[in-house]
């Protein structure tokens, strides 16, 4: 994969030590049961993100001039368990380095890492779950770190928040918050839907977002796409009140199985995932530090710490 700087920024923005954000690409696609392709993700994204205008017009922004810096790509594939806990360490790592960190994948699974390591650092948190699938299963085909297990670890430890759901398996239900869950169909006719998920979070917030969750008449290139997805202006509507309202401490976006023929999918995560940090770090002076999480070392078990966004 090439790791050049993320977007083309210049090398002044791009700097671990004075960048606030990090994305740590995770080009994985071991346990995906239909189409393969999503450890292709990272790399389309990258390449569409050198595409893309830097100028955020709805922010009046350019937010990568608090700095993002690229890491190297977890490529660890021995096991869904070996990545799993790759993609933990790693996390956690640029988590206690006072980093907003973001992830690309790669398939859902990633996320079981993620959330693990957020989970470790942040008091109370809300895993919010964007998806066209439940992920709930325990395990499946023999192993806990399967995509269709991406949220049953965070269904289990953390306030899970579901959004988006239109497809899930008969035993999923015997698990899941049906108070907490979003299903599509009723998203359709509810027009408070996004105040009711809001309102049921907590402070600090880490959000989980497969782009299957959106239409396939927007995005259509993921492994599972399934119809009566999110579009775009009500997607962005639900981000910009959730950054606005809660503390994000960060995010990952997945399932991204580029197509060669068509790019548009592409270039469309490339927008969210800038629209996201965009929304993160509105108002925000780029010249502040980022205040971002520290353990202690001293202590012999990790300290659950709050993070808050840089305007308060």
């Not at 990258?46 to 205008?53: G, K, Q, R, V």
């Not at 021995?78 to 790592?93: F, L, N, R």
């Not at 959004?163 to 049906?178: C, F, H, P, Q, Y």
């Amino acid at each position: 994969m090439n790791t050049k700087n993320y977007a083309g920024i210049p090398d002044q923005y791009a700097k671990l030590e004075s960048s606030k954000v990090v994305l740590i690409p995770v080009p994985y696609d071991g346990t995906s049961t239909w189409q393969k392709g999503s450890d292709k993700g990272p790399e389309a994204f990258l390449d569409a993100s050198e595409n893309m205008e830097l100028y955020d017009i709805e922010t009046d922004s350019e937010v990568y001039k608090h700095g993002i810096y690229l890491a190297d790509p977890i490529t660890e594939n021995a096991s869904p368990e070996a990545m799993v806990d790759a993609v933990h360490k790693a996390t956690k790592k640029y988590i206690t380095r006072n980093k907003f960190v973001t992830l690309f994948g790669g398939e859902h699974s990633i996320s079981i890492g993620t959330i693990r390591a957020f989970d470790e650092c942040f008091d109370n948190l809300t895993v919010l779950h964007i998806d066209a699938h439940a992920d709930l299963r325990p395990e499946y085909e023999g192993s806990t770190c399967n995509h269709a297990c991406a949220v049953y670890e965070a269904s289990q430890k953390t306030n899970l928040i579901q959004v988006g759901i239109r497809s899930m398996d008969a035993l999923e239900k015997t698990v899941m918050n049906e108070e907490k869950t979003y299903f599509a169909h009723e998203m359709a006719t509810d027009e408070y839907w996004m105040d009711s998920a809001v309102d049921q979070m907590t402070e600090n917030v880490f959000i989980t977002f497969d782009l299957d969750a959106l239409d396939p008449s927007i995005l259509s290139s993921t492994g599972t796409p399934e119809p009566g997805g999110l579009f775009w202006y009500e997607t962005l509507e639900f981000l910009r009140t959730v950054f606005k309202e809660k503390n994000v401490v960060g995010f990952d976006i997945v399932e991204l199985c580029p197509n060669k023929i068509d790019k548009s999918s592409d270039f469309l995560a490339a927008k969210l995932y800038y629209k996201m940090l965009s929304y993160k770090f509105a108002g925000a002076d780029a010249g502040i530090e980022y205040e971002g999480a520290q353990i202690n070392a001293n202590d012999s078990k990790t300290k659950k710490l709050n993070l808050h966004n840089d305007e308060d």
